[in-house]
């Protein structure tokens, strides 16, 4: 496999809205993860209401096989599947789920009950299908335009955790003396997710397609063979015929097999990456950091440290000599991260507040720089078609990783008689 040009910036300058895009893309990272990030951010909601029940180790636990099964799905099926009507639909869903969770918290007025926490898991897995349809369609569809878009979307995502934690520090702070402050917070919470959704149904429908840098990645995919960007090409003003650009060189793409082949070491580090993280963000800092000198809001203060060094680090591979693009170096960086699971325990058993901060910030600084590292470098060197194959691919592994590392994050309370 070609990596072809090592170069950061590959768009040409000539063609305009190229940064109007990356302000969009970064929009639509944030609408790709803003409402789970809600849920997760606002976990000491959730067990004040439902403290038996484990809300952030259950509700990422149902999350995530619906996100990782119609992923498996959409990655089998990329090539036929319109990209514009998945994106859309992928944003609805997010905001329709959102607005949900606040409609069921206002029905009942707040109270616990195991039938409440049935109805916010189903829309949480709603949440899940949703992650499926917009991450990778979004990841499939900037893998064949250039990395800036790339980086954007995923700062992005590190955003949408950022400014959660953020809104939830503010929230915590404004109404914690209230009569029941804590659910006015998260009520403020939940609407401004549901108001970003929205937006980011929006943007995509009526303004990303039809920026001109956007438009001539879309058209230079078509004639290389990709059928997914149609539909958005259409809703441009561009009529394509099929076939019309298309000779029979361009149309004999690499199978899926041989994409995953290729860059099986690239998927192990999205998996490895994510592993680690989920086995300890954000169920370990709920339940197993103890009780320190910053009482209820330990566990907000770590889940908001982890955010921003993620947000931080996804904007650090810009600096080109500070980025890692050997596929040797990217896999001993992901490995050497496991390192970090005897760390948090010690820390957790026996240092105070100020280490296991510490530690939660570098699990951050190091998830968000070595994600951004590896899917802008390894969609490189081949086709339109099979950049968003191989997008798809690795979203797959990602979210195989989370799936992984929310599992395994159980063993952390067994033998503590949490269950």
């Known amino acids: ?23 969009v893309c970064w929009f639509l990272g944030l609408g790709s993860l803003i409402s789970w990030n809600s849920m997760l951010t606002i976990g000491d909601y959730y067990y004040n209401i439902f403290p038996s029940y484990h809300p952030a180790r259950v509700l990422t636990l149902v999350y995530q096989p619906f996100a990782l099964g119609f992923m498996v799905i959409l990655a089998y099926k990329e090539a036929k599947i319109d990209t514009r009507k998945r994106n859309i639909f992928g944003y609805t869903l997010f905001c329709l789920s959102t607005f949900g969770l606040l409609v069921i918290d206002l029905a009942t007025s707040g109270k616990g009950g195991i039938g409440n926490y ?77 108001f970003c959704e929205f937006l980011c149904v929006l943007l995509y429908s009526f303004v990303f397609g039809k920026l001109p840098i956007v438009k001539h990645f879309r058209k230079k995919a078509a004639s290389e063979g990709s059928k997914t960007v149609s539909a958005d090409l259409a809703a441009a003003g561009i009529k394509t015929i099929e076939g019309e650009t298309v000779d029979d060189a361009k149309q004999d793409r690499l199978s899926n097999k041989q994409l995953l082949h290729q860059n099986i070491d690239y998927a192990l580090d999205l998996f490895f990456i994510y592993v680690l993280t989920l086995s300890i963000f954000p169920g370990f800092l709920y339940e197993n950091t103890g009780h320190h000198q910053l009482g209820s809001w330990y566990a907000v203060v770590l889940v908001a440290m982890y955010n921003v060094w993620d947000l931080i680090a996804r904007y650090i591979p810009l600096i080109k000599c500070i980025r890692l693009e050997s596929r040797k170096g990217l896999m001993i960086a992901c490995l050497s991260r496991f390192l970090l699971i005897p760390c948090f325990y010690f820390t957790a058993k026996y240092g105070d507040q100020g280490w296991m901060i510490m530690l939660v910030s570098f699990l951050g600084l190091t998830n968000g720089y070595l994600t951004v590292c590896v899917l802008t470098v390894a969609p490189r060197g081949y086709k339109a078609p099979e950049q968003n194959a191989l997008g798809n691919l690795l979203v797959v592994f990602l979210l195989g990783g989370i799936f992984s590392g929310v599992a395994l994050d159980w063993l952390w309370i067994i033998g503590n008689g949490s269950f």
């Open 118 to 194: 049935i109805g916010i898991c189903i829309f949480v897995a709603a949440f899940g299908v949703a992650d499926a349809h917009v991450q990778g369609g979004m990841v499939g569809d900037l893998s064949f335009m250039c990395p800036e878009f790339m980086q954007s979307f995923f700062a992005g995502l590190a955003a949408s955790g950022a400014l959660t934690s953020g809104l939830r520090l503010v929230t915590k702070a404004a109404f914690d003396k209230t009569d029941n402050g804590l659910r006015k917070g998260v009520m403020l919470f939940l609407a401004i997710s549901t």
């Open 1 to 23: 496999m070609s990596n072809g040009d090592s170069s950061f910036v590959s768009t040409p300058t000539r063609i305009e809205g190229k940064y109007k895009a990356m302000v």
